[in-house]
């Protein structure tokens, strides 16, 4: 697992030159929308109920490669694994289907479902990015790796509007590219003016986050721009993990999580409970669920930003990925080999 930006992924040296560029090329004129004010405040209530693991326990899934990022299509629930390896899990039997093994040199962030394909990544030792590799769904093997230089930090690899899309970077900021799945080619990148580590999509926009200016950026895959820019989110404590639904865009970090009004831009709903860098954010039946170090898994109300519930696992420290998916919480604990799912009430 590498989610955390200060990691291994990007050098100190590297991130300071980053962060220098981003924040000249993000322009410094007024403030923009969604800064400062919240209309919704997490002030926590008295008692949160508490809820051990067990209680809610559909499965618990074994998986000695280090499960971390995980997907769906209709069929299956996808895990990929810092081993390299993806295992299909079918929610009617509750047991693995299939594997599929990705070689790399080293862990390669990465999983997105799309276009009757399975989309991962794979590094090399001679390109400053990763490649995009595509999986056939019916064969259940790899049909075609693409060089397109994929960020080592993105993990969500969307599908939508006609593309898959990855973020590139460099010295310089990062870009969004999509990936044209019928050609196998890139189309030519749009900068984004900061340093992008996750993407998440909707029916409108690419959102990109960014942990070292504090940013999230929306473009419009239709015009190939910018449509929108959300600033101030550095409060949040270097926000690394962003996904949308329950009304808003939400983003989060170390210190804390924040919903986002997509229309005005402006946030919303503020959360005190964070990802913690780690753990991820799912959203169903107007809830959000934000999976972490500690609690475990949180139960928060989406108009109020207030915890309603907390999942504890004091034997699973150590958070991934967390989806909702077959009418259950998918979540993943990847140094402790191991997948739950959850009964969402």
């Known amino acids: 697992m590498a989610r955390r930006v200060g990691g291994a992924v990007v050098s100190t040296v590297t991130a300071v030159a980053l962060l220098a560029a981003c924040s000249a090329g993000s322009g410094g004129a007024g403030s923009p929308p969604g800064s400062t004010s919240a209309t919704s405040s997490s002030v926590a209530p008295a008692s949160v109920p508490t809820v051990p693991l067990r209680d809610r326990l559909i499965k618990r899934f074994a998986l000695t490669g280090q499960p971390d990022w995980l997907g769906h299509d209709s069929r299956y629930l996808y895990v990929r694994q810092d081993s390299g390896e993806i ?43 990763d490649d995009l590799v595509r999986i056939d769904l019916r064969t259940h093997r790899i049909s075609k790796v693409l060089h397109v230089g994929k960020s080592h930090r993105q993990g969500r690899l969307v599908t939508g509007f006609g593309r898959v899309w990855v973020i590139t970077s ?60 959300v600033s101030g989110l550095a409060r ?18 170390d210190t804390s999580t924040v919903g986002i009004d997509r229309e005005t831009g402006n946030v919303a ?9 780690f753990g991820g954010l799912a959203t169903a039946d107007n809830a959000l669920w934000i999976h972490s170090d500690h609690p475990f898994l949180t139960r928060v109300d989406p108009a109020t930003g207030q915890a309603v519930e907390r999942i504890v696992a004091p034997d699973l420290p150590n958070p991934g990925d967390a989806l909702v998916a077959f009418g259950s919480l998918w979540a993943s604990s990847n140094n402790q080999s191991t997948l739950v799912r959850l009964r969402l009430r």
């Open 87 to 129: 295992a299909a899990i079918d929610p009617r039997t509750n047991r693995i289907a299939w594997r599929v093994r990705v070689a790399g040199e080293d862990t390669c962030q990465g999983l997105g479902v799309g276009f009757g394909s399975l989309w991962t990544c794979a590094t090399r030792a001679d390109a400053d990015g």
């Open 170 to 229: 460099s010295p310089d900021g990062s870009d969004l590219v999509g990936v044209d799945p019928r050609t196998g080619k890139a189309d030519p990148p749009i900068a984004l003016g900061m340093l992008a580590v996750e993407l998440t999509i909707d029916e409108e926009r690419v959102w990109a986050v960014g942990s070292f200016t504090g940013e999230v950026v929306g473009v419009d895959p239709r015009a190939r721009r910018v449509a929108q820019r």
């Open 236 to 253: 949040v404590g270097g926000p690394s993990i962003i996904t949308v639904g329950a009304g808003h865009l939400w983003v989060s970090g």
């Open 269 to 277: 709903v503020e959360v005190a409970q964070p990802t913690t860098g």
